[in-house]
């Protein structure tokens, strides 16, 4: 004997039936995974290089004092090991000039015979390059993108948008349950992406996989919870959500001043920045001051609350949108 159907037995079927229903990849999800194929893959290319992440194996061109029209071209650890007992030979002096000349020399003999800078120096290249630029940046919100807009919005292009909304569940809840079978995949590939190229990037992946994977977590549920959101309102969600991706996010987050923080990645880019600055004790990422993160518990509450506003939001809005603009 069967029971009879109620609305939370169909809310939890639109919930599971969302989730099976990513499980097929669609156009966008596969670009996605192309790109995230390709960074992985100069990730792997250029950790397979010895030191290309170490600044001691870096090289720079100097004047050559024989012949002025060919630069010669050093290692910074050779550089410095030629600048240094210039610098130590002249420190005495004004106090100005020689405070400059004290922390010029500090820096060659830091680089020339700390170890730990020289791997918090290597650490700090990985992560700004890889995690914030590449994954932060462009790859996590175009994986979110790829499954969160096409939670509605796959119903809008197939014409099964209309049929669903007839079954017996408020407007509302269809939004909610739809999101909730869709947010799993967009966690999962974003963690996912992340522990890959993490990988590809050997032991300095590692180490910064186990700095920001929290980070990546609550940032995908952001990015989520605003495409799902876009997908919903727009007709043509993906080409939005691109475009918000690659123009507001990109150019806004990184702007002085107050406008960065009406962006998600401005939140997500402090939690870069407070992890990057408590894990390395003698380097620190550079612009800190200009950038002004936000404190890790205010980046956090934000993101968070962000979620919940952006879901709230799209509820009240796709409830209130009328049967005949979804044909």
């Not at 809840?173 to 522990?195: D, E, I, R």
């Not at 929290?214 to 475009?243: E, M, N, Q, T, W």
Request: aromatic share 12%; net charge positive; proline share 5%.
């Amino acid at each position: 004997m069967t029971s009879a159907p109620t609305a939370s037995r169909a809310f939890r079927a639109l919930v599971w039936f969302t989730a099976r229903r990513h499980a097929k990849v669609r156009q966008l999800g596969w670009v996605s995974f192309g790109l995230l194929a390709l960074v992985t893959g100069i990730v792997a290319l250029l950790s397979s290089q010895d030191g290309v992440w170490r600044l001691e194996t870096r090289t720079r061109l100097i004047a050559n004092p024989a012949d002025e029209k060919t630069p010669i071209r050093m290692t910074y650890k050779e550089y410095g090991e030629q600048r240094l007992p210039l610098y130590e030979a002249g420190l005495p002096g004004p106090p100005e000039a020689f405070a400059i000349r004290s922390a010029v020399a500090n820096s060659y003999r830091a680089m020339i015979t700390s170890e730990q800078f020289l791997d918090d120096y290597a650490l700090l290249n990985f992560v700004r390059w890889v995690v914030r630029t590449l994954f932060f940046t462009f790859l996590m919100p175009l994986l979110c993108l790829a499954y969160a807009t096409g939670a509605i919005g796959a119903e809008r292009e197939s014409r099964t948008l209309l049929w669903l909304l007839s079954r017996p569940l408020p407007r509302w809840a269809v939004y909610l349950a739809k999101f909730l079978g869709t947010l799993p995949w967009c966690v999962a590939v974003s963690l996912g992406g992340f522990a890959v190229v993490c990988l590809a990037g050997g032991s300095l992946g590692v180490k910064a996989f186990e700095m920001y994977w929290d980070a990546v977590l609550i940032g995908s549920v952001a990015f989520a919870a605003l495409f799902h959101l876009i997908g919903a309102v727009f007709r043509r969600p993906s080409v939005v959500g691109l475009v918000y991706v690659f123009f507001f996010e990109t150019l806004v987050a990184n702007l002085p001043g107050s406008l960065k923080q009406l962006s998600l990645s401005y939140y997500l880019h402090s939690l870069f920045y407070n992890e990057t600055a408590k894990e390395l004790k003698t380097v620190q990422p550079q612009s800190v001051e200009v950038y002004a993160p936000a404190a890790t518990g205010e980046a956090w509450v934000t993101l968070s609350v962000a979620a919940v506003l952006l879901t709230a939001v799209g509820m009240v809005l796709f409830g209130r949108q009328e049967p005949s603009e979804e044909v």
